[in-house]
């Protein structure tokens, strides 16, 4: 913890360099909104130059003064007062330099910094093709860490032991600055929310610059996913051992990223930072927290949004770790390819969502400095991001890279030595790799739809007795949209479906898996469908769902799921035949209602999707009872009509019956006394719906003997449109706010209108601004925005509108820490 923290979000000046057009902007931000799609990757290549001004007061003479950026993409040169100070070439990690030397005190002094956003930099991710773009800009905030001349440098609290009931921790201590020998530290814990100290320890006297505590407690409980229990740990560095607790407790100190209001001339720094009692391990047969074998269930994330890039603040982090945890129902997410902001990790420990992080990287590893540059961001990631309880992971090697032992064996042992409580790994799109890490980790591609869906273990890696984990499945494999048709959105679905029921089969040495990926982005030429976005998420670029985010929501029991892979519009299929059709669901079962009438009930997919938590539910019969209670027909007879109905529509209505279903089929007939005529008209009654008013089905969900929720299937009539706003209060703290807004068009049933591309308009006024256009089209029935906070506090409004309906207005209010 700093004496104060001073933020340098605002008034900065922002130019390309050699311009003299300057903006003024705020952090975070892009050095280029662009499109939401076809545009050049270019456009954001080049060097930019950002400029502020700050006022240095005296009395911060003798201080320490530590300028920090926690993200500038991608290689960056700062300069005070004309003189470079800092160069960092990483624009995943944060970096810091002390400006105690080179500033004026009582007066403004010039901060700049130069960023060359280009991808020509020999650094990772950098030397070939990516497939993400990698943007540019001060797209993370800024700030000044004032510290007295000896400081708290870094504190890392790692997990020993959680043997019940006791917990085993250790805090390590570096202290920075001058005349570090012979000063005190001690150990104060307290809950999340709590400001009185729970466990308190003694004063230590340093020798050197570190200091280890040590600490056995049974006040301290477990962090997991369903429970994820957090703690502060405060360290006090104090000049001698004299009545140090009766200073610290008469402290009103504030959180890490507030000024501290420390008044006992005793205590030179305190530092403060969040941890979690936990045991994460990986084995050969599976992956255990706490002790407890999980399955991980996760997917891959990209830190990306249309128009701004990587350039979001804290709450639009915070609410992609809730889409992961609340929406989707996941345990785990990967961040790829890069280490991400630390408010989107925050978010993972409060929701006890487990992380996988790496080093930046795509496929290519380049020359002897850009290899030095990778060691140096691996050092860089684990001392930064370790004190999460939410990382099980490091990634240690360059995503999808060839072996280089001598390379990943330095990077395997920087992490280690920097963190002993966690294990490595390295994603491998190659099969028998040489493994250096701890962790085989390996994209698996192998499923086309009609195979299996992992390769088997053994197959992957020679050393069975490691721990394995799939790092990606599906993706580029079945590239899907939002408006791609029925048949192709559902494939997309059973495949992530066939992946999943493959990884929870029991005893197959496979940890988890992580989906490619969270939400389609922006990309290469090289890649995605031409118009640089990559349609391989389960959400849209808006974090819009796709049929396929219903796989992974059905696999929770916090909320009921029941999406219907068919909006039942026999004109959508080829020659008029729906097929079978799939409800994802985490109830017992569903009842099917054709126009009020039960047609049957319908179980999950044991025998395909057994080692789901919660199959899919296949529905392949239209006709059910209706039969014996419409038609007084016999259940025999009735039971061949649907088979032989069954294998007409299998063959797409093209006349063609197999002799045994001919057989069936007239014997039933014959049996019945139904004439050609009567045959015709009850296939276009219960199966062809042509030339009905309507047809309406309903499907419902059963819980525990209870319908929980039921979906209505029904030709569209009306139209409505359903926003969705993340949160309306907005507030401007350390820097800017933004709203992530969501809208459908739907019908009156709730049913996303999938072929709708109609204009919406947005219309921002007030202490708000848009981000992106002013008219986007409808894609896939979706479409989505986000408003920004303008540095006022007030109101702000926002009205929608679409041609057909009334106008909706959202009321923003906007308040300042």
């Avoid at 990967?334 to 996988?356: I, M």
Wanted: hydrophobic share 35%; charged share 25%.
């Amino acid at each position: 913890m700093s004496l104060q923290r001073i933020y340098l979000n605002d008034d900065w000046y922002f130019s390309k360099e050699g311009e003299k057009k300057r903006e003024k902007v705020r952090l975070p931000h892009t050095n280029k909104v662009l499109p939401f799609n076809y545009f050049s990757e270019q456009e954001y290549q080049f060097v930019s130059v950002y400029e502020k001004k700050i006022n240095i007061p005296e009395e911060l003479k003798g201080k320490c003064l530590f300028l920090t950026f926690e993200g500038a993409a991608h290689k960056a040169e700062v300069f005070v007062n004309g003189k470079l100070c800092a160069t960092h070439e990483c624009g995943y990690t944060a970096f810091d330099v002390d400006i105690k030397d080179l500033v004026n005190y009582g007066e403004d002094n010039e901060i700049k910094v130069v960023l060359d956003s280009r991808e020509s930099l020999n650094v990772p991710p950098f030397g070939h093709v990516i497939d993400y773009l990698t943007y540019g800009g001060l797209y993370r905030e800024a700030y000044i860490d004032v510290k007295n001349e000896t400081y708290i440098k870094d504190v890392f609290v790692k997990t020993i032991d959680n043997t019940m009931p006791w917990r085993n921790i250790e805090t390590d201590i570096t202290v920075g600055g001058k005349n570090i020998s012979g000063k005190f530290v001690g150990l104060e814990i307290y809950e999340e929310n709590n400001d009185i100290p729970i466990i308190q320890t003694d004063f230590y006297k340093m020798e050197g610059n570190t200091f280890k505590i040590p600490l056995s407690s049974s006040k301290l409980e477990d962090w997991n996913i369903d429970n994820p229990i957090l703690y502060k740990a405060k360290v006090i560095l104090a000049e001698e051992n004299k009545d140090i607790n009766k200073d610290i407790n008469n402290e009103e100190t504030e959180s890490i990223e507030t000024e501290n209001n420390t008044n006992s001339q005793n205590v030179l720094d305190t530092f403060e930072t969040f941890f979690g009692v936990r045991m994460a391990v990986f084995k050969k047969d599976g992956f255990y927290l706490n002790g407890k074998k999980i399955k991980i269930r996760g997917l891959n994330r990209h830190q990306s949004y249309p128009y701004v890039g990587y350039a979001m603040p804290k709450s639009v982090q915070e609410h992609d770790a809730k889409v992961l945890k609340e929406e989707l129902g996941l345990n785990a997410v990967r961040t790829s390819h890069y280490p991400q902001s630390k408010y989107f990790l925050n978010a993972c420990d409060r929701l006890g969502l487990l992380v996988f992080t790496e080093a930046p990287g795509w496929q290519h590893i380049g020359d002897d400095a850009w290899k030095n540059q990778h060691l140096e961001n691996v050092a860089d990631m684990v001392k930064q991001y370790r004190n999460h309880p939410s990382i099980v992971l490091w990634g240690v090697r360059i995503n999808e890279s060839q072996d280089d032992n001598k390379l990943y064996k330095e990077a395997n042992r920087i992490a280690h030595e920097l963190d002993d409580s966690r294990q490595t790994s390295g994603v491998r799109f190659i099969q028998m790799s040489s493994l250096l890490e701890d962790v085989y980790a390996f994209n698996d591609f192998s499923h086309t739809g009609n195979n299996p869906g992992l390769t088997k273990k053994f197959k992957v890696t020679p050393k069975v007795w490691k721990p394995y984990l799939v790092s990606e499945f599906n993706g580029h494999m079945f590239p899907t949209k939002s408006f791609d048709c029925e048949e192709h959105r559902l494939s997309h679905a059973l495949r992530h479906a066939n992946v999943l029921n493959d990884m929870y089969e029991d005893d197959n040495g496979i940890s988890g898996c992580f989906g490619w990926c969270m939400a389609d982005y922006n990309t290469h030429k090289d890649f995605g469908s031409g118009d640089k976005i990559c349609y391989h998420g389960v959400l849209d670029m808006f974090r819009n769902h796709k049929l396929a985010a219903a796989v992974y929501e059905s696999q929770q029991d916090e909320d009921p799921v029941l999406e219907v892979s068919s909006s039942m519009d026999i004109g959508e299929h080829p020659a008029g035949c729906i097929g079978d059709i799939y409800v994802f669901t985490n109830a017992d079962y569903i009842n099917m209602y054709k126009n009020g009438d039960f047609v049957r009930k319908f179980e999950p997919d044991t025998e395909k999707y057994g080692n789901l938590p919660h199959p899919p539910i296949k529905v392949d019969d239209f006709i059910g009872g209706l039969l014996v209670e419409k038609e007084g027909i016999s259940e025999k007879s009735s039971d061949k009509i649907k088979k032989a109905v069954k294998g007409y529509m299998n063959n797409g209505f093209s006349g063609v019956f197999t002799p045994e279903n001919i057989a069936g089929l007239g014997s039933a007939m014959i049996t019945e006394k139904l004439s050609v005529k009567d045959g015709f008209d009850l296939f276009y009654k219960y199966v062809g719906n042509w030339g009905s008013d309507v047809t309406v089905y309903t499907f419902e969900a059963v819980k525990d003997g209870k319908v929980v929720k039921t979906v209505t299937k029904a030709p569209v009539n009306e139209i409505e449109l359903k926003v969705d706003v993340d949160h309306t209060e907005l507030v401007e703290d350390t820097t800017y706010d933004v709203a992530c807004i969501n809208i459908a068009l739907q019908s009156k049933d709730g049913n996303v209108l999938t072929y709708s591309n109609d204009p919406i308009v947005f219309n921002a006024s007030g202490n708000i601004e848009l981000i992106g256009p002013e008219i986007v089209p409808l894609r896939g029935g979706y479409a989505g925005t986000y408003v920004k906070t303008k540095g006022k506090k007030g109101k702000g409004k926002l009205t929608i509108t679409h041609e057909r309906l009334d106008p909706i207005v959202i009321d923003f209010g906007v308040t300042k820490k």
